[in-house]
T-cell receptor, first 114, second 113 residues
């Protein structure tokens, strides 16, 4: 069974630009969550999608948005990039929502904003 | 709201020695508890989890963790570490019913020969 796939693995963007990151969950998984990992703030929850609906949202500005498609693939968008958005963005999928199901993480997309 | 505290940012240990990585949490609602491991340039891998039942949970590679409700702790232990255990370890909680992990700041385990 293929794992969680995130593309691209690495990205370099300029301040003010926007970026879209992609996440393909494990086949059959309907829940996709996104996390930001930085040295200063650690791992922080961004949002969770289940069956194309956002179920939970973390404490991030509106520049961070996401969506989920009918095939459960998810995209995350960050507009008007700031230097502080440089981070490793991790996607996790699980078979259903609810914390008792294991979340499987992808290898992440490393975003560098210059 | 939930919070997780990992007091030790780095734990150096010699190979074959025992190790304990500490984790304390705070929550006003019931939570599930997890330990994840992250190797360099990798995502997170689930090491073990506590949902309910026996307070002692074990992983397939020799780690164990004990849930202590009165002390709100979920410390991770291994009786004998290997060089390959060198990694960063994250304790996390999620409110039951939600897929929303709250992570601690991580503990870097450094195993030397």
């Amino acid at each position: 069974k293929a794992g969680v796939t995130q593309t691209p693995r690495y990205l370099i963007k300029t301040r003010g630009q926007q970026v879209t990151l992609s996440c393909s969950p494990i086949s059959g998984h309907r829940s996709v969550s996104w996390y930001q990992q930085t040295p200063g703030q650690g791992l922080q929850f961004l949002f969770e999608y289940f069956s194309e609906t956002q179920r939970n949202k973390g404490n991030f500005p509106g520049r961070f948005s996401g969506r989920q498609f009918s095939n459960s693939r998810s995209e995350m968008n960050v507009s008007t990039l700031e230097l502080g958005d440089s981070a490793l963005y991790l996607c996790a999928s699980s078979s259903r929502t609810g914390g008792d199901t294991e979340a499987f993480f992808g290898q992440g997309t490393r975003l560098t904003v210059v | 709201a939930q919070s997780v505290t990992q007091l030790d940012s780095q734990v150096p240990v010699f190979e074959e020695a025992p190790v304990e990585l500490r984790c304390n949490y705070s929550s006003s609602v019931s939570v599930y508890l997890f330990w994840y491991v992250q190797y360099p340039n990798q995502g997170l891998q689930l090491l073990l989890k506590y949902l309910s039942g026996s307070t002692l949970v074990e992983s397939i590679n020799g780690f164990e963790a004990e849930f202590n409700k009165s002390q709100t702790s979920f410390h991770l232990r291994k009786p004998s570490v290997h060089i390959s255990d060198t990694a960063e370890y994250f304790c996390a909680v999620t409110p039951s019913g939600f897929q929303k992990l709250v992570f601690g700041t991580g503990t870097r385990l450094l195993v030397s020969p």
